[in-house]
């Protein structure tokens, strides 16, 4: 999308994009959240900048929720800093969250009523007058292409939709930080990169964008920076291609066996790559060329029933950080 599509497609009185204060937005200092003897934040430190989109990524448990109620003012910090919009959420937390946007992961909103009537009720808890919200529910409603819907009952709505109408919720009272919560979860691929359209629309008219998500390639599209929290802890942070680049190869050989030849051709396998992960149900060679390291293969007489180049993403990375194991 070229700048003049996003300026053309900004809602009146979002930010613009291009302000001169390069200010954190939040500034996290050994940030520690405890629930009795149970640690979920332990001790993290991570800035984020005005007008960047930027994620947090992990296992379940591994303390992105906790970090995000943290920065929403919502949960007290156990210990150490946080600094949001420049504010102490200890005691401005009314402030801070009068200035912030949340699409939390639940929908959340009220299906007796019509998507009208959920952005005017909400957008009236911040105190705005009736004819200035009128016309920012018609700006969001067309922002996020609901405006055929206005005086539908939110029941019926689809999930994209429905997710959609949260957004524009989100954006009633023109934050400054918009937080995400696994934003597209149980939504189908066309709503998602509507989804995607939007919040990258978002970034570029200068929003602050915090989102988490188990979606790797969507952390791809639409992150700048992320940190990826494995066990309360940050185990690395960068942007997504830098990740890719530090902890894994340009590209990823996949390679599939009938079952039972798998484990007879894992050491013929020797030398062919940076690293070779064997998994129950194939095996991965890890290497800066996969259709060289296709050929060598070919060569030693080893015959998989599929073999697979892709480039690394980052998918890949963060199963090398935090694991394969199973979390619930």
């Keep these: 999308m070229q700048p003049q599509e996003a300026a053309e497609a900004r809602p009146a009185g979002l930010p613009s994009q291009g302000s001169a204060d390069t200010t954190s937005l939040v500034t996290a200092?050994?940030?520690?959240?405890?629930?009795?003897?149970?640690?979920?934040?332990?001790?993290?430190?991570?800035?984020?900048?005005?007008?960047?989109?930027?994620?947090?990524?992990?296992?379940?448990g591994a303390g992105k929720t906790s970090t995000m109620r943290m920065i929403a003012s919502v949960s007290p910090v156990t210990e150490g800093e946080l600094t949001v919009l420049g504010m102490d959420p200890a005691t401005q937390g009314p402030q801070i969250r009068a200035r912030l946007g949340v699409c939390p992961q639940d929908?959340?909103?009220?299906?007796?009523?019509?998507?009208?009537?959920?952005?005017?009720?909400?957008?009236?808890?911040?105190?705005?007058?009736?004819?200035?919200?009128?016309?920012?529910?018609?700006?969001?409603?067309?922002?996020?292409?609901?405006?055929?819907?206005?005086?539908?009952?939110?029941?019926?709505?689809?999930?994209?939709?429905?997710?959609?109408?949260?957004?524009?919720?989100?954006?009633?009272?023109?934050?400054?930080?918009?937080?995400?919560?696994?934003?597209?979860?149980?939504?189908?691929?066309?709503?998602?990169?509507?989804?995607?359209?939007?919040?990258?629309?978002?970034?570029q008219q200068g929003v602050t964008l915090i989102i988490t998500t188990h979606y790797m390639d969507e952390a791809e599209q639409l992150c700048d920076r992320l940190v990826v929290m494995d066990q309360a802890k940050i185990v690395a942070e960068g942007?997504?291609?830098?990740?890719?680049?530090?902890?894994?190869?340009?590209?990823?050989?996949?390679?599939?066996?009938?079952?039972?030849?798998?484990?007879?051709?894992?050491?013929?396998?020797?030398?062919?790559?940076?690293?070779?992960?064997?998994?129950?149900?194939?095996?991965?060679?890890?290497?800066?060329?996969?259709?060289?390291?296709?050929?060598?293969?070919?060569?030693?007489?080893?015959?998989?029933q599929s073999i697979v180049v892709r480039r690394s993403t980052l998918e890949d990375v963060f199963l090398r950080l935090t694991g394969r194991r199973l979390i619930d």
């Design 29 to 60: 200092r050994t940030l520690t959240k405890r629930f009795d003897d149970f640690t979920a934040v332990d001790g993290v430190d991570f800035n984020i900048e005005r007008g960047e989109a930027f994620g947090f990524l992990g296992p379940n």
């Design 107 to 203: 929908d959340t909103l009220d299906t007796e009523l019509t998507v009208r009537e959920n952005l005017f009720i909400y957008g009236r808890y911040f105190g705005i007058s009736g004819r200035e919200l009128r016309e920012r529910i018609e700006e969001l409603l067309d922002f996020t292409q609901l405006t055929e819907r206005r005086d539908d009952k939110v029941e019926p709505l689809s999930g994209g939709m429905k997710r959609r109408l949260v957004i524009a919720r989100a954006l009633i009272n023109q934050p400054e930080l918009l937080i995400l919560d696994e934003p597209t979860t149980g939504l189908d691929p066309q709503a998602r990169h509507l989804l995607w359209d939007r919040l990258y629309r978002l970034k």
């Design 239 to 304: 942007s997504p291609g830098a990740l890719i680049a530090k902890y894994s190869t340009r590209e990823v050989v996949e390679l599939r066996f009938a079952v039972g030849e798998q484990s007879d051709v894992v050491e013929r396998l020797d030398g062919l790559a940076k690293r070779i992960e064997e998994l129950p149900d194939r095996i991965l060679l890890y290497t800066e060329n996969g259709d060289d390291a296709a050929a060598v293969i070919h060569e030693r007489g080893i015959m998989p």
